[in-house]
């Protein structure tokens, strides 16, 4: 099986710095998204510890045993940027960022994050979350205290409830499935699926091969304000 991959990071238009990252690691069959905690110091420190911890992750044919490994070495980067935030002055500091990443091999894929990036496949016209946000509105939402539409305007729609670095003991949660030709996976920051629906994103992905679906989406978050890092990866299934 064989991939089609494209990828954009993009700083926005209202920030002054990118503290988002990503690792395009076709070869081994594992992509990764992280997005620095913004309004915290050195979310760009958190966000490339991770993509680097990736990258130098060891290529293995299972894609259990790859997704296994990337959880461990996110936890690993966990402890380090714990370590990195010791109090200082009287006052903790915070370095942190959400992951979210993918494993695609032998008819399956196995993904895995912390945080509010999200994994979506698309097939046959269809669109499907694979995570779930790890976030103060989605804790709302599951709780019936507010309807799904209202989360993306929510005043505390940024608000994340875990993260890499933000606390000793971290939690990445995992998900898999089969796999088919022709599926397509997003992986995404908030700066883009705050900005652009899920039925955008299928009708952009439909339309144009994936390397223009890109641009495109990208476009979109620049014309609507772009308040926030952007950053996504898009894999086709051949």
Aim: glycine share 8%.
């Amino acid at each position: 099986m064989g991939f089609k991959c494209a990828e954009r990071t993009h700083v926005g238009l209202r920030r002054k710095l990118n503290e988002d990252a990503l690792a395009n690691l076709a070869d081994k069959g594992l992509w990764v998204v992280a997005d620095g905690m913004g309004g915290h110091e050195a979310g760009e420190v958190a966000s490339g510890k991770v993509v680097a911890a990736m990258a130098d992750l060891p290529a293995q044919a299972d894609p259990r045993a790859r997704a296994d490994a990337a959880v461990l070495a996110v936890q690993q980067v966990n402890a380090e940027l714990i370590d990195m935030a010791k109090v200082v002055g009287g006052k903790r500091r915070t370095i942190g960022t959400t992951v979210v990443g993918l494993a695609i091999g032998d008819g399956e894929y196995q993904c895995f994050w912390a945080g509010d990036s999200r994994a979506y496949r698309i097939r046959k016209g269809s669109i499907v979350q694979i995570t779930r946000d790890h976030s103060l509105v989605q804790d709302l939402v599951d709780a019936r205290m507010i309807e799904p539409d209202e989360a993306e305007s929510h005043p505390n729609a940024n608000v994340v409830t875990r993260a890499v670095g933000a606390s000793p003991e971290l939690k990445v949660d995992q998900a898999s499935g089969e796999t088919q030709n022709g599926d397509i996976f997003l992986l995404a920051s908030d700066g883009l699926t705050r900005k652009v629906s899920q039925v955008e994103i299928l009708a952009a992905l439909y339309e144009q091969p994936i390397e223009s679906t890109a641009d495109r989406l990208l476009d979109m978050v620049l014309d609507r304000g772009a308040p926030d890092n952007v950053t996504m990866i898009i894999i086709q299934l051949d």
